[in-house]
């Protein structure tokens, strides 16, 4: 026996509560080698072991029936421990912090340090670990997700094994990591391995500090505009304000309102300290905010479209409306975090399409046809505007944004809302063929079956290759990796 704690008969849930499980026990390491003995003691048992971050992904991605890892207790930031930086490396900003760390102390440390991300989610109560391991990511079509901003990160495999792996020019010098921790700890720079463990969904093992490359702290302005799909699809067609803005995202409606779809177009892009302006200048519709974060406001909305689902267009439209605003000028964290909508009691799928070939503009006519279709056989309506965000290719083997530049479709519905799993699901069914990708975090119905994960992911066999080599014994594996056939091969051929 290891000594450390842990908790038996226990319940864990996501933030939402649509995931649940009762673990064999629940841990919470507060160090690297406390995380490689729980490691090993699961082995031992022969039962699973798997890192939970702040429980928001709304698939089963973080469950596990073995050990279950709580991180909070590794939020560290710097990490304590050392980096051996090679002198190619020493002029550029990184910084190495505990995987459990949430986005939002993390930006309150870089805010303090004159340091920010490069770019983030719409959301900063995830943890480090958790958005790097479903590969995460804001909108900017310059940006990858924010697994692409790491640049080495320290992980407990099978065995207990402790790993810092990095790209083949990686910051480590090898020389100065072996004379410290000898044969204890291995250090593998090598960019098959490091495009394998990016984004690797808890099947990897245990991540528990990642170095990331930021920038100095920058400010943002923030223009929100009411548009209709016609011209934004004109707009995307054309791509240049792709790339003359350094956000440009939409949230859009799939129902007509006056022979129109309505769209409102989101831009953020470069501004000086907004410290003098005033303060309207400085603050999203705070009335809009404050209606949103009431914990009223969704079960009201919900009871309105129950007594009468037509409503659900006007609604819509009357959402995307209030969000406009002209000028929100902030630190650059507050402007990439969308804000109180967040915590509307919500849940969401959300489908990557390639931008090639026009795909991305197909799938919008899909979804509305899916919308349409829904609405007139069932009265089933999409609950809440629907949101396009434009990220860069990523050499990650399993983001969903791996090897082309991606649409992400966020398909979001209030947590009440009737027929709202279904209507998802047959999104995601029209979307696939587009070469759509589900967000590992999100809501999805993606299962092991006709070879669809390996289908979709050019480098799932590589991905595989490593995951065989930290994952030796299956100790990773999960209800998730059962789901979609990631484990397949434990059950013999
Ligand atoms: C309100 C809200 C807003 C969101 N906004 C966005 C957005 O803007 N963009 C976007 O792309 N997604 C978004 N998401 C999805 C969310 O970012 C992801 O699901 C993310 O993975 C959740 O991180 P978490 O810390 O809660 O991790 P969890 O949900 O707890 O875990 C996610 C995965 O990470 C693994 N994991 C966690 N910690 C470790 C570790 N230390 N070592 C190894 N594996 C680990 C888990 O096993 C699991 O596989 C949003 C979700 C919510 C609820």
New binding site residues.
Partial sequence: MSGLSFKVRTTWE???GNQSVDPLRIYEPESIEQVAIIVQEAEKAGVTV??????????D??L?TGFL?K?SG?ARVPAPEPDFIRPAWEARRLVRAE??I?IKELNSYLDRSGLALSN????D??????????????SGIAFG??NDFVRSLD?VASGGRVYRIERRDGPTDPTAYKAHHGTRRTLVQDDHWFDAVGV?????????TVMLEVEPKYFLREVRRLHTWEKVREDLEAGEVLHTNRHYEVLFSPYKRKHEYPCLVTTRNYTEDPRHKRFAKRTRNWLVELVSAFPLTPHLINLLIDIRPSLSPFLLESAIRALIKDEYDEVSYKVLN?GAA??LP???C?IGIPMVRGCHIEAVDRIIEVAAEHRDVGDVYQSSPISF?FVKGSPAYMSMMNGVDTM?I?LIQLSRSHGGYELLAAYEEALYPLAGRP????VNTLTGSHGLVASMYPHYNDWLDIYRKLNARGAFD?P?TRRVGISKERFGP
Wanted: proline share 1%.
């Fill in positions: 996501n933030h939402l798997r890192a939970v971050g702040s429980g928001h992904s709304w698939s991605v973080a596990t890892m991180t590794l995987a459990g949430r983030m989610g719409g959301y109560h995830q943890t480090l670990a958790g958005v790097i391991s479903t590969s995460t990511h804001g997700p924010l992980l690797g969904m808890g099947c990897m093992g245990i991540v528990c969308i967040n915590v919500a849940y969401s959300e965000r992400m966020e967000h590992w975090g999100q999960s998730f």
